[in-house]
């Protein structure tokens, strides 16, 4: 009987559908946990460059998401501790103006809860962007304003905005993210792993 993990890495639910995008690629899904681990990184989907390496994160954004965490990869790529569980497992493709599509709502209908369940309760859980909070949260709002309201979540649960370059300006323009939230993010990390 194959286990859950398996059964998501031999997913092909959506070939037909990122068969017709800019990318026109078969599905990869990079799924990344294990029962027992302490932390949750729910995410959008993986990118072209995990899509390639088949290991989430393997790109710029996985860099400051690592450094915003304060662990290296050792400890982010240890499924037994971390596990690293996107809203889409599978590259979504890009349209025809290369823009990043939104991870299907397929995969995280048939995988999501699933993985919940077998993950079970987790002492800490980041919310990397809005279709993970949308899924996660009560809280309907903006990620900004999710993401400034972190208290209200924190020690738990962090609301995060991606880590990607492409917030590179909102970061500069918010710069109680890194005075205020980093350091409770980092001591939050620290308590769960230990």
């Known amino acids: 009987m194959m286990t859950l993990h398996a059964n998501i890495k031999a997913c092909m639910i959506c070939a037909a559908r990122f068969a017709t995008t800019a990318t026109g690629h078969a599905p990869r899904p990079v799924p990344c946990f294990a029962k ?57 493709g890009y349209n025809d103006k290369g823009h990043d599509l939104a991870p299907p709502a397929i995969c995280a209908k048939t995988w999501r809860a699933q993985v919940m369940d077998e993950l079970g309760e987790m002492p800490l859980t980041l919310l990397i962007g809005g279709h993970a909070q949308n899924w996660h949260l009560a809280d309907k709002s903006t990620v900004n304003a999710r993401v400034e309201s972190w208290r209200d979540h924190a020690p738990r649960v962090f609301p995060l905005p991606h880590p990607s370059w492409r917030n590179t300006g909102w970061l500069k323009k918010n710069p109680w993210f890194e005075t205020d939230l980093l350091p409770a993010l980092r001591a939050a990390v620290k308590d769960a792993l230990t």
């Open 36 to 92: 027992g681990a302490r932390i949750l990184i729910a995410g959008q989907a993986p990118g072209l460059r995990v899509h390639e390496s088949g290991r989430p994160f393997t790109d710029p954004s996985g860099d400051r998401l690592r450094d915003w965490m304060g662990v290296g990869d050792d400890v982010f790529y240890d499924q037994s501790r971390i596990a690293i569980v996107p809203m889409a497992f599978c590259f979504p």
